[in-house]
């Protein structure tokens, strides 16, 4: 399966992160996708660079002042004061509720809370660089399906799948799958259907399409009543407006079972067929591994191979996109384990 790598992933190194009230090293890192990109070419598979430039298809699933937000944060943060090009700025005040979010403040740091929606994301100078890089490989994985290809994976990071139209969160910048299922979208695709198996609810992805119905949205994940993101990924959340019956959520408690874990799956993939999507698009969350030090699910290496061939009996163009997954080490058997029960190897 060809791979668009988005070698520009290095430049978002933020070092620390808040962690259940302490300062702890960023479970996201760049050893992540090198571990990836590492067990990717021991296994044959061909990289690329991407090629496509996603800001139109950005500007359909994100709005413009959050865009400008971001691509300007860290040139603003670092004007405030000498020396913030080596600190982290974090928000602390956030528009909730009956605050208004509607007017943009002048102050950085009152932005930065209006444009999140937690304090887990943390911005280092290259965050833009990475993440725009990161939608340019979801885009050009894209053009490559409408070109007639049956699939390709988009090899990234930082992950998407919990940024919105207007805020960033749970590690995420730009929704890289949203991208990806626009420019779907963009290129002839009439429906497109998202499935996200991330063991987080893909809470942005969900937003951003929850009024349409050209795109169907599933995600099984741990329940939010006690897994992040906490407030969306409910049984009761099927769409609005045009969008009413085109939003699934599947939501697991902590500790199920591999059984349970897969009958969700195949839910998803039946509703998946009624849909009749012309493409599939993968938010590949691999934190459901046993091992992931921030998650709950027991799924082992030949589970993922399980998954991968699941999916590939769907026989839709797909575009596999890297989420979450915070084992490093063994991210990358994982991911191609995927791929090749996909490909039927």
């Not at 298809?57 to 994100?62: D, S």
């Not at 959050?66 to 860290?74: D, G, I, R």
């Not at 399906?145 to 930082?158: D, I, K, V």
């Not at 099927?238 to 079972?257: H, S, V, Y």
């Amino acid at each position: 399966m060809l791979t668009f790598f988005n070698d520009s992933h290095h430049a978002h190194a933020p070092v620390f992160e808040f962690f259940r009230g302490e300062r702890v090293p960023c479970f996201e890192t760049p050893a992540r996708a090198e571990f990836v990109k590492a067990r990717l070419i021991e296994r044959g598979h061909v990289l690329c660079k991407p090629e496509v430039d996603s800001r139109a298809v950005l500007a359909k699933v994100h709005a413009s002042r959050y865009l400008s937000f971001l691509e300007h944060a860290w040139r603003d943060w670092t004007a405030l004061e000498e020396g913030n090009g080596q600190r982290q700025p974090f928000p602390s005040v956030w528009p909730v509720r009956s605050l208004r979010s509607d007017v943009e403040p002048i102050n950085f740091t009152a932005r930065l809370g209006l444009y999140s929606m937690d304090n887990g994301s943390p911005l280092s100078a290259g965050t833009w660089q990475a993440a725009k890089a990161g939608a340019d490989a979801a885009a050009s994985a894209a053009a490559f399906l409408t070109a007639g290809e049956r699939a390709a994976f988009c090899c990234s990071r930082p992950p998407g799948h919990h940024a919105g139209p207007d805020f960033m969160g749970g590690y995420c910048f730009l929704n890289n799958a949203a991208v990806a299922a626009q420019a779907l979208r963009d290129g002839g695709a009439t429906r497109v259907a998202v499935l996200d198996v991330d063991y987080h609810h893909g809470n942005g992805t969900q937003s951003i399409f929850y009024h349409r119905a050209d795109v169907f949205f599933a995600s099984l994940h741990g329940d939010p009543m006690t897994e992040y993101p906490f407030y969306l990924g409910h049984t009761d959340e099927i769409g609005e407006g045009e969008g009413e019956g085109f939003n699934l959520n599947l939501p697991l408690a902590a500790g199920c079972t591999v059984p349970q874990w897969f009958e969700a799956l195949e839910t998803a993939c039946l509703r998946i067929n009624g849909y009749r999507a012309d493409a599939l698009v993968v938010s590949l969350g691999l934190d459901t591994f046993a091992e992931d030090p921030i998650s709950k699910f027991s799924l082992q290496p030949d589970d993922f191979v399980r998954l991968g061939a699941r999916l590939g009996k769907l026989g839709l163009p797909t575009v596999f996109v890297l989420e979450g997954g915070y084992a490093a080490a063994a991210l990358g058997t994982n991911a191609v384990n995927v791929i090749e029960g996909f490909e039927g190897r």
